[in-house]
């Protein structure tokens, strides 16, 4: 997997990588699987983590979403994974454009760095 590779082949070359990851999609069952919960958000991270070998990501992206979960949830937990080390930009990819505009705007008022893709 891709964990093992980036250990064994890459860990010397950390700091030259950029390395993302993202959620919003399945994960595993359950009401806090996929979406945009901040449990579900934070947990996606942790798991890729983990899987990676890593302590932080450059970019976390929230890839989806979710209109069954505040907007300011979400970004707050993107604020969240980057203020605690895990991400060092959080990102928005695949929203439209008002809504990328909203979390956007919402990010900037955390103070959060942010992509959008």
Request: with cysteine.
């Amino acid at each position: 997997a891709f964990g093992e590779i980036l250990r064994s082949d890459f860990a010397a070359y950390r700091d030259e990588l950029i390395i993302s990851t993202k959620a919003g999609y399945e994960m595993w069952a359950g009401p806090y699987g996929e979406w945009g919960s901040r449990k579900y958000v934070l947990a996606s991270l942790d798991q890729s983590l983990k899987r990676m070998g890593l302590d932080y990501v450059d970019i976390f992206y929230s890839h989806r979403f979710d209109p069954e979960t505040p907007l300011e949830e979400t970004m707050g937990a993107l604020d969240h994974a980057v203020r605690s080390g895990k991400a060092l930009y959080a990102g928005i990819s695949s929203y439209n454009s008002q809504r990328t505009r909203e979390a956007a705007d919402i990010l900037r008022q955390l103070g959060t760095p942010c992509l959008i893709h």
